[in-house]
């Protein structure tokens, strides 16, 4: 047991994951392990690396990056991350390889192109694959941010869990960098988390409706979501190889085993920089609602969950201009309006939340730029047009591997 357990909002995890890819064509490559190699001199899933840890993931053309332990403020942490950053390019470079940001490689093809981690924890990706198959976008093709924030016992556990169960159908607004797959546009401003809900379809109890079910004692999360879970892949593993909290592939999953919830509904941006400010945000807005700022925690609670689902599904969609007419919801932001942009809501959120002495100020100008230029997948689709070139394309997705080299955003 842990002597020192941390409390709300005491700390929080930082994960961030990056595409290998060709140098010139900028197709994926599958590097991670040498990567690793590279740094560790030998294969390994893991090393630490002072402030951050790096590490593999499911296939090998992906590499994750992440705080080395819970952190105490997202101050500094950019130029951390970046140098890191530059250190892996530095070891791609005489592969003639590169790190490219954003939630999905615009063109790869998942059936052709997927190579799955062959070494330590091979056989719980090769499980996945086996019931699953993970050849394909919403397994092998996205990369995403993901924050840990803790909590400690029932009480904690209970505002934090009602609070992220709320803000989540919006944070894709906020995040939203995949507008792109097959080499063409989607129609989905997030088309990484339209082809993750899919997912786990053979298995639905393993991700819900995304967003997470109105559960606030760790008792009955054991009872009605992670037993159901477990008992309904019995049948396809066996051997209970994914009889693990890590199964849950809702949006928000809840890690008892180290005391945290882990948000995973947001989209990797084209640098640090706009990762950790968005990343802010999203922290300062769910310790206002978790303060009760706007309406208590009892109605946070009640918020039904199919409403919410909907609204996920329509800010996948739509991303920063969703339309939001849902008067329950906009109260419990603080919000009086009888309608509102999603757009809108974040910068309502950043103006009542974030303070000059609470936020980095370097993450609230990349916030200013996020807000007039709009997600990153608008910015993307922009530029792209409606029928996108490969040449157009590998121009875009240049300037955004120039983005992350350089910590800069795509604007």
Not at 252 to 273: M, N
Not at 387 to 403: Q, T, V
Request: charged share 25%.
């Amino acid at each position: 047991m842990n002597d020192n357990p941390l409390h709300l909002f005491d700390a929080m995890g930082i994960e961030l994951e990056y595409m290998i890819v060709d140098r010139r064509d900028l197709c994926v490559r599958p590097l991670a392990d040498r990567v690793l190699m590279a740094a560790a001199g030998d294969i390994v899933s893991e090393i630490e690396m002072g402030p951050l840890a790096w590490s593999n993931e499911l296939v090998l053309h992906v590499i994750e990056l992440k705080t080395n332990g819970p952190v105490q403020t997202l101050a500094g942490l950019r130029r951390t991350f970046d140098q890191h950053l530059d250190r892996i390019d530095g070891i791609l470079l005489p592969m003639d390889a590169r790190l490219m940001p954003t939630a999905c490689h615009p063109w790869m093809d998942p059936l052709r192109e997927t190579v799955l981690w062959p070494h330590e924890y091979s056989p719980v990706y090769e499980a996945y694959d086996r019931i699953f198959g993970c050849k394909g976008h919403g397994w092998s093709n996205l990369q995403s941010m993901h924050i840990n924030l803790p909590f400690h016992g029932d009480d904690e556990f209970a505002r934090l869990h009602a609070a992220i169960r709320l803000l989540l159908p919006v944070m894709p607004a906020l995040t939203a960098a995949s507008p792109i797959l097959d080499g063409r546009p989607t129609g989905f401003m997030d088309a990484r988390l339209e082809v993750y809900r899919h997912n786990a379809e053979r298995i639905p109890s393993i991700a819900g409706g995304i967003v997470p079910e109105p559960v606030y004692t760790r008792a009955d999360y054991e009872r009605q979501i992670f037993q159901r879970m477990y008992a309904d892949i019995a049948p396809f593993d066996p051997d209970g190889t994914l009889k693990h909290e890590f199964l849950n592939s809702r949006g928000a999953i809840s890690r008892f085993d180290r005391g945290a919830i882990e948000i995973r509904v947001l989209d990797i941006q084209e640098c640090p920089r706009a990762d950790l400010a968005a990343a802010a945000l999203i922290t300062a807005a769910l310790k206002a609602l978790c303060d009760e700022r706007w309406v208590p925690l009892e109605r946070l609670k009640a918020m039904a969950t199919r409403p919410l689902a909907d609204l996920f599904l329509r800010v996948i969609r739509d991303a920063d201009q969703t339309i939001i007419e849902d008067k329950d919801f906009l109260q419990a932001v603080g919000m009086r309006p009888s309608k509102a942009q999603a757009r809108e809501i974040w910068q309502h959120l950043a103006e009542t939340t974030l303070s000059t002495e609470a936020i980095d100020p370097d993450l609230n100008r990349a916030l200013e730029s996020m807000f007039a230029k709009g997600c990153l997948a608008r910015r993307i689709s922009k530029a792209a047009g409606a029928s996108p070139s490969r040449e157009k394309l590998r121009e875009i997705y240049g300037a955004l591997c120039d983005c992350l080299a350089k910590g800069e955003q795509f604007l």
